[in-house]
């Protein structure tokens, strides 16, 4: 039975966003139209119709976000790119801000009340954890993104540096960002390594970068993270690949103890405020990592080791950090260049002519720059 909304159930978000001030029930009944006005105002629909209706609503409103976004194409070609970027991530947080207005009540096992609702309890509990017995009300869109989670990490990213056959696959968990983009993952398969007795891993995500090196015969790598979600995926993938052997997974922030003649680090490349936790892995507000891995790449190396660093420049092209910081941030931290290597981006948004931020994307270089203790 559905929980009246005089006594409505806790409100979970991943992003830590408030529940809606206002929440009514919504149902088959109530047109697009209606709904898109609401959600717009800020009111959550706590849905208690077909479950399938409401997908489809939550596509309706996604259409009418859509159109709306369009009026604004014309008025951002004539701005500068941090202009246009800023924009843009407007635009995307009011999309995200309605859609999630949307709202469908779970019960205390994960399931759901309603017509027609799938099973998605171990898609959730992989997600959030055991359920806790306690009802609770989700956005519609976090709940799919829920099952696009469970559906990545049952089949997996194929990792091409990691070999042909079917062991060469990624498997993301919820929150962990997904090795769709190839490139950094290339630059580390087939940049020369000079010493492979051991490696530090920063940030190690999924474990893909670990793994990768373990392949090129690194003997002993240790990988930190601060999340444990990624510690825990990084676990799964490297078990599976029979690479755990060789990698010990360390929870902290940045660098682990001691010193090595190799580390990498693959940090954020986007110097913005994430609005959600797995934003995190896109956007490095004040490139905080980036500057600390700077910072404390030095006292880690060993002498004559080497630290990777790999970063997309997309942040120059937009405007929001130039060359010059980057290189003056090397400098005071007592480093120096010893090579870079760089790659074209493959992905979709590279060559839509659509997207907003386009103009940068055409341009955006992934660089790996071999860093160096300065003399």
Known sequence: ?????????????????????RVVAADDTMSADT????????????????????????QALARRTERKSKKTKKIEADISPV???????????????????????????????LRRAPDLQQACTESWGPATGEACMVSLRQ???????????????????????????IHPHYGVFSPVRGEYVDLVATTPIRDKSLAFDIGVGTGVLSAVLA???????????????????????LQRLQRLDKVELVQTDLFPEGKAPLIVCNPPWVPARPSSPIEHAVYDEGSRMLRGFLS??????????EGWLILSDLAEHLGLRTREELLCWMSEAGLQLLG??????????????????????????TSLWRLGSAA
């Not at 039975?1 to 408030?18: F, H, I, K, V």
């Open 296 to 305: 404390g790449l030095r006292a880690h190396l060993t002498p004559n080791g």
């Open 340 to 365: 870079r290597h760089d790659i074209k981006p493959r992905h979709g948004k590279a060559s839509d002519d659509t997207d907003p931020l386009h103009t940068a994307r055409a341009k955006e270089l």
């Open 35 to 58: 709904a898109y006005r609401l959600a717009c105002e800020g009111t959550g629909l706590l849905w208690q119709g077909d479950f399938h209706n409401a997908r489809q609503l939550l």
């Open 1 to 21: 039975m559905l929980t009246p909304l005089d006594t409505l159930p806790t409100w979970r978000c991943e992003s830590g966003a408030a529940a809606p001030r």
């Open 83 to 113: 202009q246009a970027f800023n924009l843009h991530r407007q635009a995307l947080g009011q999309r995200a801000r309605i859609l999630a207005m949307v709202i469908v009540p779970l019960n205390g096992d994960y399931s759901i009340p």
């Open 143 to 169: 709940l799919l993104g829920v099952v696009g989670a469970h559906e990545w990490r049952k089949k997996g990213v194929e990792i091409q540096a990691l070999g042909d056959g079917s062991n060469n696959r």
């Open 215 to 237: 392949k090129r015969g690194v003997q002993h790598i240790i990988a930190t993270d601060q999340d444990p979600r990624a510690l825990a995926c990084a676990r799964e993938n």
